[in-house]
């Protein structure tokens, strides 16, 4: 079992930048990685990003791509979000997860079965 600990949201201006950070404990995730999900009111819990911890790949949903940039302290525990040029829309609840498998490509919440508590993102206009 992994144990997630989310940090650093808070309420921004558009345009301007914020990272969360997410503090992992449990062995498991260094063999996968992590992702970051977020959920905004009356929508389904979409996701953002995904790392793998030994190497360092990454990718993206398409709505944050060239904006957000997630990355790992590998000598360490920790998982940010580096989110830059906010819009309102990104306004949400932003979790991390680990994943039940190893693999590559995931993107649905069903494959993750650890999360974290979440920190809430708003963005003004």
């Known amino acids: 079992q992994v144990r997630l600990v989310e940090s650093g949201g808070g309420l921004v201006q558009a345009g301007g930048s914020l990272r969360l950070s997410c503090a992992a404990s449990?062995?498991?995730?260094?063999?996968?990685?992590l992702g970051w999900f977020r959920q905004a009111p009356g929508k389904e819990r979409e996701f953002v990003a995904y790392?793998?911890?030994?190497?360092?790949?990454?990718y993206y949903a398409d709505s944050v791509k060239g904006r957000f940039t997630i990355s790992r302290d590998n000598d360490g525990n920790t998982m940010y979000l580096q989110m830059n040029s906010l819009k309102p829309e990104d306004t949400a609840v932003y979790y991390c997860?680990?994943?039940?498998?190893?693999?590559?490509?995931?993107?649905?919440?069903?494959?993750?079965?650890?999360w974290g508590q979440g920190t809430q993102v708003t963005v003004s206009s």
């Open positions: 997860a680990a994943p039940k498998t190893t693999g590559w490509g995931k993107t649905s919440p069903v494959d993750f079965g650890s």
């Open positions: 449990g062995r498991t995730f260094r063999s996968s990685g």
């Open positions: 790392i793998t911890w030994a190497i360092g790949n990454t």
